[in-house]
């Protein structure tokens, strides 16, 4: 008795092909809808599914293989009992199922109305790969073009497929189909309006697709893959260009995101630079004009700039692409570059540059994920803001409207740094960013530090409240006028006093931004 392939293929590469070999190793082809056409088409004899189900097609192809006779096929076991009952109820075993789904994401990405996506949601499709990939044991069960020459190759050896790569081939079955609930799942939440975080009380599908292979990740030896989150059109960094350079690496993607999400701050309406290095901002200026904006940023810390990440909210023209010629930067992403930038490209090779439309700049993360051996954790991203009104002047010397307008712009840009943070901030940029240290007053210093002179008549921010009142001491010997921090410490009386003491405003907002 022949063997029984049921192929039912969206994407059809190699199919024909395929179908051909297995026709010539004593295998009988069933099949559906386009796929049996094609077949027939090249020659080969083809059984409909209709005819093994004695049960046609209908609901406009929503039903075809939804039936006993194909799932008892292939879901029954090589035992006797399996054996007898689907020889008295006439079904004939199915030894191999080669299915790929109706194209879900493709639909999707081709921004299809919401009816026809729903009509790309493959019902029949899963059901018989997991049917399959269940009775691995007995039925060899395909979903990718890449492995059909494996397959025929164990077939022409053996008479038969191993048991381990049926096995591998289950496993890899129902990644697919899983990858397919997910996108299916972020899809209709995304619908229905439900945040991810939304979903937190109960199980949770969250799927994506390889869309870029990077250089590497954190360092050359690790493997690293930019995932396309399923079921959704491309929306922020998946909406990048790369016009030019070097492959990205996971430090690039990054650090990307990091300068956008400062840059994000500050909104669309400004012209705003930030530049990141090794995940911290160490610039930031806001001007009327983006090259003016990018000269502000660097000035902050030009030794840090080198080697670093630039995002800018504007178009970037000639005259600010030159300027960042003249220091060695990974990546410089913008909403777009004037036609005289791009010729500039050819003269850095090796920089990549990225374009990212402003929407998309703008759009923040939702969640926060962090793998943990066994599980993960997920978060909230961090976008709570604060404005003016939700501060609360401490000390007997409140901040002018001008300091008010300088602590609020640090504010946002100290939450991005890595705690525990200091961030001093003067004029339109910043000065001085102290970052990643195990206590507060040495981040302090480092930013008084950094800042140098322009640290006389700076404000400070700080991600979190003072443990103690050293902090405050350093800010008077830098020549500091004004401090914003969360409050919450039980010495915040202490640094009260040391500011009352040399006429220093501090301001609580009542919000913690660590950033581990």
């Keep these: 008795m022949a063997k029984i392939a049921l192929i039912s293929l969206s994407d059809k590469t190699g199919a024909v092909d395929f179908a051909k070999e297995l026709v010539s190793l004593g295998f009988e082809i069933v099949s ?34 939804l039936h006993p006779m194909v799932h008892a096929g292939i879901l029954a076991r090589p035992i006797d009992e399996h054996l007898r009952q689907v020889a008295k109820l006439g079904c004939k075993l199915i030894d191999l199922v080669c299915v790929n789904l109706y194209p879900f994401q493709q639909t999707v990405d081709k921004g299809a109305d919401f009816e026809t996506i729903v009509e790309n949601i493959d019902i029949g499709g899963p059901s018989m790969l997991r049917s399959a990939a269940k009775n691995f044991e007995r039925v060899t069960v395909v979903t990718d073009p890449s492995d059909y020459a494996r397959v025929l190759k164990e077939l022409r050896l053996n008479g038969k497929v191993s048991k381990l790569t049926r096995l591998e081939l289950s496993a890899k079955a129902f990644s697919h189909t899983a990858a397919y609930d997910a996108a299916i799942s972020q899809q ?27 250089r590497y990740g954190e360092n050359p030896h690790q493997k690293a893959v930019l995932f396309k989150s399923s079921g959704l059109l491309p929306k922020g960094m998946l ?52 090259g003016e904006a990018y000269r502000l940023a660097l000035e902050s810390d030009p030794v840090s700039a080198y080697g670093g990440i630039v995002a800018s909210n504007r178009q970037l023209d000639e005259k600010t692409v030159s300027k960042m010629a003249e220091i060695f930067l990974e990546v410089v992403v913008a909403t777009s570059f004037s036609g005289e930038a791009v010729n500039l490209f050819a003269k850095k090779p090796s920089v990549r ?24 954790l997920m978060q909230e991203s961090d976008t709570r803001q604060v404005n003016a009104s939700d501060l609360k002047c401490v000390t007997k010397v409140c901040p002018t409207e001008e300091q008010i307008e300088q602590l609020l712009k640090a504010w946002k840009v100290v939450k991005h740094v890595k705690s525990n943070a200091i961030l001093l901030w003067k004029g339109q940029s910043t000065v001085g960013v ?34 103690f009142k050293d902090t405050v001491e350093e800010a008077v010997k830098a020549g500091i006028k004004a401090i914003i921090q969360p409050g919450g410490s039980i010495r915040d009386k202490e640094s009260i006093e040391e500011c009352d003491k040399h006429g220093i405003a501090m301001v609580f907002t009542g919000v913690r931004h660590f950033k581990h």
């Design 32 to 65: 559906t809808g386009g796929t049996a056409a094609s077949f027939r088409k090249a020659g080969l004899a083809v059984t409909d599914i209709s005819q093994l189900t004695n049960f046609p097609e209908c609901l406009d192809g929503r039903v075809k293989t």
């Design 188 to 214: 209709m939440n995304e619908r229905a309006g439900r945040r991810t975080m939304d979903l937190a009380g109960g199980p949770i599908a969250i799927g994506g697709t390889p869309e870029l292979t990077l």
């Design 239 to 290: 909406a990048m260009k790369k016009l030019s350079g070097k492959e990205l690496s996971y430090n690039n993607l990054g650090d990307m995101e990091t300068a956008m999400a400062v840059v994000r701050e500050f909104g669309p309406d400004r012209p705003c630079v930030c530049i990141v290095k090794h995940a911290t901002p160490c610039g930031v200026g806001v001007a009327d004009d983006i």
């Design 353 to 376: 540059f990225v374009e990212l439309p402003l929407d998309e700049m703008m759009r923040p993360k939702e969640v926060e994920i962090k793998s943990l051996p066994g599980g993960f």
């Design 434 to 467: 102290g970052g990643g240290q195990t206590n507060r007053v040495g981040a302090a210093r480092i930013a008084i530090e950094m800042a140098g002179e322009k640290a006389e008549g700076s404000v400070m921010a700080s991600d979190a409240f003072f443990p």
